[in-house]
């Protein structure tokens, strides 16, 4: 569990985690991996897993109609998967496809959303990780729309 705390805490999202925090996330983790192609979540499945990714790429896809699966994000390493297990009801809101083979860690997200429940002080300093990663991903999908739109007029 050591060497998992260590590779927890090199991610950029839980740089710097206080120890007593780090013991606590670390009890939600786990190594995983995919393969080329291997999805890690569906649309409308129960949102379950945060994955930091630490080598490989994903891919960050929604189904539009006519078109197919459509790529709206390409996620590397150092970045996350999953932002829907923060409010219910907990549910994936696309599809991600590793693009390569993928490495990452895994946490499981209920164990953590229970833990920050019972330590409101966990729970804030995973909102204040999260929130700028949310940020950061509306303002990609409105720069996108600025541009589709610019494209079309």
């Not at 013991?23 to 129960?46: I, S, Y």
């Not at 990609?140 to 589709?148: G, T």
């Amino acid at each position: 569990m050591e060497n998992l705390q260590n590779i927890l805490l090199e991610h950029p999202l839980l740089a710097g985690l206080e120890p007593r925090f780090a013991a606590l996330v670390v009890g939600c983790a786990k190594n995983v991996r995919f393969d080329a192609g291997q999805f890690l979540c569906h649309e409308g499945d129960p949102a379950d897993e945060i994955y930091l990714i630490r080598h490989g790429g994903v891919s960050l896809e929604i189904v539009a109609p006519g078109r197919g699966a459509v790529t709206f994000l390409t996620v590397h390493p150092g970045e996350i998967v999953g932002l829907s297990w923060l409010v219910a009801p907990y549910r994936w809101a696309f599809d991600a496809k590793a693009l390569e083979l993928t490495r990452a860690v895994s946490l499981d997200a209920r164990c953590l959303r229970g833990k920050c429940e019972a330590d409101h002080d966990l729970g804030y300093e995973m909102m204040k990780r999260f929130t700028p990663v949310l940020l950061e991903r509306l303002n990609a999908a409105r720069l996108q729309l600025l541009d589709m739109y610019a494209k079309v007029g």
